[in-house]
């Protein structure tokens, strides 16, 4: 994936000595780790809080009805704490399906050197998007997270790793770029239960937080830049070597990688203080030639979300409460390309809209119903199944 060198053109840019920073900051999907509501008990050295997704869900598909579901997708644990002058640490533990898995997504030392040359070591987030690295659920009006961002883009991705970031602000503009190395993925991306191309299969390798699978750090690198009246737009990529290609230095098979690139865009100045959120991925993965073509070499899709806010008002006492109208449109294709015999187009599309209502009685909790509709085609692009799902949940922070 010849990208590497435009995006190293992108943050190797020339800065000022010294960065200026607004009154009012401007916080970036970057900075989500720490725009978080946090309890701060007396004299104790530490800081915690959480959130916590409940929901319930009424699904068919094909006319054939799955019935009533009550789920309890996550809660998560945030602790964090000033260590000294310019060193923080900070840790986000999920526990997700009741219990059924407990994972470390966030724990990770931070230490302040500069505005624009900052150090960050531990459990890292790779900042592969927008969604990846701005996840809680209080924070968005839908019920289910974007296809894209869970199914390309493996949702939650983290790795033991380091790398620095930084920031630079002056009046209406802020730039900030991050940059990785960590361990990565491993071959479970084409060798998995679901007989396709799947990056979050990935994620079941539990051993990724105590070593690399193959001895190549996964580099990850994102660019953002956000203007006070506009909105936001960034740009990341994250590649590096999958397989193993050697045993005891002996060769096995050749380097083989996985490159993603996404873009993303955030903006509140829409008209009636509308918002839009949207992300767009395309993911090349270099899938050996005996694997037959219902493993994709090309993946992409992305999401768009529209978020109007309907009515503003104080409710049983919760002031400034505000009912929203929402509107998500996405778009997934697992396996981009044409079979070689009949170069007609391989298939294996999603496209889903959900529109919906959401309710928040605080900016910290929301109240969510969504109508999702999708439509599945398989590899042979034959007619598509239909599924439908009545979402009814909600989040809020504690």
Not at 153 to 177: D, E, H, M, R
Not at 237 to 258: C, H, L, Q, S, T
Not at 271 to 292: G, H, Q
Not at 352 to 380: A, E, H, K, M, W
Request: hydrophobic content about 40%; glycine content about 8%; charged content about 20%.
């Amino acid at each position: 994936m010849k990208i590497t060198p435009l995006l190293f053109g992108l943050f190797l840019i020339a800065l000022p000595a010294k960065a200026q920073t607004d009154t009012v900051p401007l916080v970036l999907h970057m900075d989500a780790v720490y725009t978080r509501p946090f309890l701060k008990i007396e004299k104790l050295p530490l800081s915690i809080g959480g959130y916590v997704e409940a929901n319930t869900r009424y699904s068919g598909s094909d006319g054939v009805s799955e019935g009533l579901s009550f789920q309890m997708p996550r809660m998560t644990l945030f602790v964090s704490s000033t260590l000294h002058h310019r060193m923080k640490f900070l840790s986000e533990i999920e526990f997700e399906e009741g219990g059924k898995e407990i994972n470390i997504e966030f724990a990770s030392l931070d230490v302040e050197f500069h505005p624009l040359v900052n150090f960050r070591g531990g459990v890292i987030m790779n900042p592969i998007g927008s969604f990846n690295q701005n996840h809680d659920g209080p924070k968005w009006e839908f019920v289910d997270r974007p296809l894209s961002s869970t199914t390309i883009i493996p949702s939650t991705w983290s790795n033991v790793g380091l790398g620095i970031y930084g920031k630079l602000a002056k009046n209406q503009w802020v730039w900030a770029y991050e940059g990785y190395l960590s361990n990565g993925f491993d071959d479970k991306i084409i060798s998995n239960s679901e007989n396709r191309t799947w990056l979050p299969a990935a994620k079941t390798n539990e051993n990724r937080f105590e070593e690399s699978f193959n001895g190549v750090p996964l580099v990850t690198l994102k660019s953002a830049m956000k203007h006070r009246k506009i909105g936001e737009v960034g740009i990341s990529w994250m590649g590096g070597v999958y397989n193993a290609f050697e045993i005891d230095g002996v060769p096995i098979d050749a380097k083989r990688r996985v490159d993603l690139l996404a873009l993303d865009f955030h903006s509140n100045s829409l008209p009636w203080k509308s918002s839009v959120n949207a992300e767009w991925v395309w993911a090349l993965i270099d899938v050996p030639e005996t694997y037959t073509q219902q493993f994709g070499s090309k993946q992409k899709g992305g999401f768009v979300d529209i978020v109007v806010p309907l009515h503003r008002c104080s409710v049983l006492g919760w002031k400034n409460s505000t009912l929203n109208g929402v509107f998500r449109m996405e778009y997934t294709d697992y396996n981009v390309g044409k079979f070689k015999e009949t170069m007609e187009s391989i298939h294996d599309e999603v496209l889903s809209f959900t529109p919906g209502i959401s309710f928040r009685p605080s900016s910290q909790t929301v109240f969510r119903i969504n109508y999702r509709f999708l439509s599945q085609t398989d590899i042979f692009g034959n007619g598509p199944s239909y599924t439908a799902h009545v979402l009814i949940g909600c989040s809020t922070y504690f």
